[in-house]
């Protein structure tokens, strides 16, 4: 696929940067584009603050494409070896008292994705996200 | 993240934001929130002009609501737009803070 990439370096700040190209690259209809970026910043934040370690070249490198009528990303890194699909989604609060401050990254990542598939390739964590239109 | 504090009746605050919850604005709001005078336990948040929401940003309306609540004061969500509403829904945000869609609203259930 790739029709388009964005490579990002080992800090946080590369997410605004990362925002401003999807906006100028995504060609997607305004549902796909918001359920995109959601997943993105979402990835990406988890892989830069946990994955990567500054000062060592880590990089995250973004791929947008087409693929079977739905938008496609491709979210692949060099950092530690960690499947995000392996974790479990915690829980949608329920009150305030016992409600988690965070952790909600990976619920909202597989509520904005058609689908999400992980691989290991080549040393490096590649993270597949399909966004297909949604009946209105 | 531009943000502005207004003082509206019954000793209720209301915070506007404008821009992003994303990571860096996140940071900005945390910040903000964190340094609001902790007299002040009646908040609405504004977020007409916040036009995106994600998980960084639901820690931070969460942890004020936390903070407010024990102090024994209350956050209200005023006005989220569509997708941020939807990723209140996904996280369960909407079930443990109030959302009012117009300033009254928030201000009595501020109240």
Same mark, same amino acid.
């Given at each position: 696929?790739?029709?388009?990439?964005?490579?990002? %370096?080992?800090?946080?700040? @590369? =997410?605004?940067?990362?925002?401003?190209?999807?906006?100028?690259?995504?060609? *997607? +209809?305004?549902?796909?584009?918001?359920?995109?970026?959601?997943?993105?910043?979402?990835?990406?934040?988890?892989?830069?603050?946990?994955?990567?370690?500054?000062?060592?070249?880590?990089?995250?490198?973004?791929?947008?494409?087409?693929?079977? %009528?739905?938008?496609?990303? @491709? =979210?692949?890194?060099?950092?530690?070896?960690?499947?995000?699909?392996?974790? *479990? +989604?915690?829980?949608?609060?329920?009150?305030?008292?016992?409600?988690?401050?965070?952790?909600?990254?990976?619920?909202?990542?597989?509520?904005?994705?058609?689908?999400?598939?992980?691989?290991?390739?080549?040393?490096?964590?590649?993270?597949?996200?399909?966004?297909?239109?949604?009946?209105? | 993240?531009?943000?502005?504090?207004?003082?509206?009746?019954?000793?209720?605050?209301?915070?506007?934001?404008?821009?992003?919850?994303?990571?860096?604005?996140?940071?900005?709001?945390?910040?903000?929130?964190?340094?609001?005078?902790?007299?002040?336990?009646?908040?609405?948040?504004?977020?007409?002009?916040?036009?995106?929401?994600?998980?960084?940003?639901?820690?931070?309306?969460?942890?004020?609501?936390?903070?407010?609540?024990?102090?024994?004061?209350?956050?209200?969500?005023?006005?989220?737009?569509?997708?941020?509403?939807?990723?209140?829904?996904?996280?369960?945000?909407?079930?443990?803070?109030?959302?009012?869609?117009?300033?009254?609203?928030?201000?009595?259930?501020?109240?």
């Amino acid at each position: 696929m790739a029709d388009t990439a964005i490579t990002l %370096g080992a800090d946080l700040a @590369e =997410i605004a940067r990362m925002n401003l190209w999807l906006e100028a690259n995504h060609g *997607a +209809s305004e549902d796909v584009f918001e359920r995109m970026k959601l997943c993105l910043n979402e990835a990406v934040e988890n892989t830069i603050r946990y994955g990567l370690k500054s000062g060592q070249g880590g990089k995250v490198e973004v791929r947008l494409g087409q693929k079977g %009528g739905c938008a496609e990303i @491709e =979210i692949i890194d060099n950092g530690v070896e960690f499947d995000p699909l392996e974790r *479990a +989604s915690p829980e949608a609060m329920t009150d305030l008292e016992s409600a988690s401050i965070g952790g909600f990254g990976i619920l909202l990542m597989r509520e904005a994705a058609t689908s999400l598939e992980y691989e290991r390739r080549e040393g490096r964590n590649v993270l597949t996200a399909r966004f297909c239109q949604r009946e209105a | 993240m531009e943000i502005k504090d207004k003082e509206l009746d019954h000793g209720v605050l209301k915070v506007t934001m404008t821009g992003s919850l994303d990571v860096a604005g996140s940071d900005v709001a945390d910040a903000h929130f964190a340094a609001i005078d902790q007299s002040k336990t009646r908040i609405v948040a504004d977020l007409t002009h916040v036009d995106f929401l994600a998980s960084v940003g639901i820690r931070v309306l969460v942890k004020t609501a936390k903070a407010l609540g024990g102090r024994g004061g209350k956050l209200v969500l005023l006005n989220p737009n569509d997708a941020a509403r939807r990723v209140m829904f996904t996280t369960g945000l909407d079930r443990i803070v109030p959302i009012a869609d117009d300033e009254q609203s928030a201000v009595i259930a501020a109240s």
